[in-house]
């Protein structure tokens, strides 16, 4: 081999070497999903009401790309979720200096320590929940409202925990804005779930507890799912699918992640 291509041969490898570390970087930063903070007590959001907008039309095509590249190419194949990942307008719930990077294939900051998750980590905890169009269902994490604003694409009700009072304000006025009359906020530590309107067809969990909370099992109907990451910081931590049938609760493993910990009194 001349210098000429060896010299060649390494800048190759090189290149090579640069992506494959920042894809490892991104893949590891979409599994981390926003700690939580205990406030002093729990405090109502106002809902969003009828007299809210619309939902943006703009940038359909960057949707539909994300869709087909990263999320029904990975394995999600539940029409009603891969249709609400075509409709939520994501770049609405980023910050403006990061719009252009709303629809990329990996987490963003949105302030307050916290990041929007990687579309496909929502898209596939949603799709484990089997939801149906008539569904009541409690979100604990309700960050910048994405995650709520997909479930509710698909279902009747949405209810959704934020224990950071800043990011439930915010997100409620967003959700509210975008037209979300479906969505109702609650901030609260979400390990404790939101008894009063359980118990519901579905619960979504977006940071590990080092074990399941029994508040949210008991607040799950008969035949409903838990979708939840365990595990504890830092460490393996599993992604579980929980289904409640009469007493009896059975546990499915679907994969190793990496989510910050679910924090409060607990």
């Known amino acids: 081999m001349s210098a000429g291509q060896s010299r060649r041969a390494l800048r190759l490898g090189l290149a090579a070497a640069v992506v494959l570390v920042a894809g490892l970087a991104a893949l590891a930063a979409a599994l981390l999903i926003r700690p939580n903070e205990m406030p002093p007590e729990p405090t109502r959001v106002a809902s969003p009401t009828a007299t809210a907008g619309k939902k943006s039309d703009d940038r359909p095509e960057e949707r539909m790309k994300m869709v087909e590249t990263q999320i029904r190419s990975r394995g999600v194949t539940d029409e009603q979720v891969l249709q609400a990942m075509e409709q939520v307008p994501r770049h609405e719930f980023v910050p403006h200096d990061y719009?252009?990077?709303?629809?990329?294939?990996?987490?963003?900051?949105?302030?307050?320590?916290?990041?929007?998750?990687?579309?496909?980590?929502?898209?596939?905890?949603?799709?484990?929940?089997?939801?149906?169009?008539?569904?009541?269902?409690?979100?604990?994490?309700?960050?910048?409202?994405?995650?709520?604003?997909?479930?509710?694409?698909v279902v009747a009700e949405v209810y959704t925990v934020e224990i950071i009072k800043e990011l439930a304000a915010e997100s409620t006025e967003r959700l509210a804005r975008l037209g979300y009359t479906n969505v109702h906020t609650l901030q609260a530590d979400g390990y404790y779930g939101w008894e009063e309107h359980a118990p519901y067809d579905a619960?979504?969990?977006?940071?590990?507890?080092?074990?399941?909370?029994?508040?949210?099992?008991?607040?799950?109907?008969?035949?409903?799912?838990?979708?939840?990451?365990?595990?504890?910081?830092?460490?393996?931590?599993?992604?579980?699918?929980?289904?409640?049938?009469?007493?009896?609760?059975?546990?499915?493993?679907?994969?190793?992640?990496?989510?910050?910990?679910?924090?409060?009194?607990?």
């Open 99 to 153: 719009s252009n990077q709303a629809y990329a294939d990996h987490p963003l900051p949105i302030g307050y320590g916290q990041t929007i998750s990687q579309p496909y980590i929502v898209a596939l905890m949603t799709e484990l929940l089997n939801l149906r169009s008539t569904d009541r269902v409690l979100e604990i994490g309700t960050g910048s409202g994405y995650q709520a604003a997909i479930l509710a694409e």
């Open 203 to 266: 619960i979504i969990v977006t940071a590990a507890p080092d074990h399941i909370p029994t508040p949210l099992v008991q607040q799950l109907a008969d035949g409903g799912k838990l979708v939840i990451p365990v595990g504890p910081p830092g460490g393996y931590q599993v992604l579980w699918e929980i289904t409640k049938q009469g007493s009896e609760i059975k546990k499915r493993q679907v994969t190793g992640v990496l989510f910050v910990p679910l924090t409060g009194e607990h």
